[in-house]
């Protein structure tokens, strides 16, 4: 273990490339497109936001010309439309936030939490069409429901801390009881004053459910995630394989299990938009599980599910887009149909992978 003791993690490039395979460097390759993709996304949500002035404004018109040409060329009428993007742009952002949180939460058996939070969330929701109605607040509803989910993620690490139950319960009571409270206040705000908002789009996902400061505030969030486990990685992956023994080192394991769980909150925010509160969970767990049928090491398991979740992501729009159906459902479908592909191609029995 005592190469976790420095905080800084060595190049991806010797981290998924033992031997210097093809597969390696294919690997690495589908991890730049990736990157190149999710630059390009983010640099249009800052064109959106800078519109007003001339140059944003110009280079943004551009790009939805480029969008028209698109159009033109696959016989479709969505991609010259501004709100598609900021739609595929969130949908791309959550393909390598949510596998990248996910992977630390299935290989720590804590999937259900994703659940949990994302139910927190429709709480959040929730909270924020009251607030709303009340105040006539302008803000966004989901800085409300970042807040609202940020403070379930810290409520969950709390009572987990302080109870003698097992680990899984803290983690369903908070799931029933915040879906209680928001399915509560909807009814009860529906009765006593006007609420215009689509449910539905929060549940199951929607392509009009994403705004313009959706779209910003998932750009910020997935920044901030990379930067974090970026930061924190070694750590996080000494308390994922030894939680004991990263106590014994003197980590502060409350302290990174918090982060853990906060940054999955902040995910599952950022998500809901596309895949709506019910299928949320899928995206932190389904790319992650297919990348473990086929990963030789947990580092490997980290760029092989941001793979599969960009894959479900784009799959998942295309086949949205062209049969009109939910996002939220078809990128589900996709990253399911993804990992039974990928049992498929397995060549492990249920082996544990190398923490390397």
Known sequence: ????????????AERIAPEGG???????VGLGVVGVLATAMCAFIALDWLRAYPIAGGLFEEFLVLGAWMDFYLGTNVFQHAFMWRSIATGVLIGVVAPLVGTYLVHRQMALIGETL????????????????????QGSLLVVALIV?????????????????????PIAIMLTGSFAVGTLLISWGR????IGVD?????????????????????????????????TY??????????????????????YNTVLVVMTAVV?????????????????????????????SFHETLVLSILFGQLSIVGGFAFAISQSLPSGGSIILVAIALYLLSIALSDQSGTAISMH
């Not at 929701?125 to 607040?137: C, H």
């Not at 940020?150 to 899984?168: I, K």
């Not at 009765?191 to 006007?194: Q, R």
């Not at 459910?209 to 486990?229: P, Q």
């Open 1 to 12: 273990m005592s190469n976790l003791d420095s905080p800084h993690s060595e190049p991806i």
């Open 22 to 28: 093809t597969r390696a460097w294919l690997e690495l």
């Open 118 to 137: 994302a139910h927190t969330a429709f709480a959040g929701v929730a909270v924020g069409l009251i607030f709303i109605a009340i105040t006539g607040w």
């Open 149 to 169: 989910s940020v403070l379930g993620a810290l409520g969950v690490q709390w009572l987990t801390d302080r109870t003698s139950t097992f680990g899984d319960v």
């Open 191 to 194: 009765g006593s004053m006007s």
């Open 199 to 231: 449910i539905e789009g929060f549940l199951f996902g929607s392509l009009a459910v994403v705004t313009a400061s959706g779209a910003r505030l998932m750009a910020i969030l997935s920044v901030v995630v990379v930067a974090v486990v970026a930061l």
């Open 234 to 255: 070694k750590q996080l992956l000494f308390i994922t394989f030894d939680e004991e023994a990263a106590r014994v080192a003197h980590l502060n394991v409350s302290w």
């Open 268 to 296: 599952v925010v950022g998500a809901m938009q596309v895949l709506g509160v019910i299928l949320v969970a899928g995206m932190l767990v389904i790319p992650v599980a297919a990348a473990s049928q086929i990963a030789r």
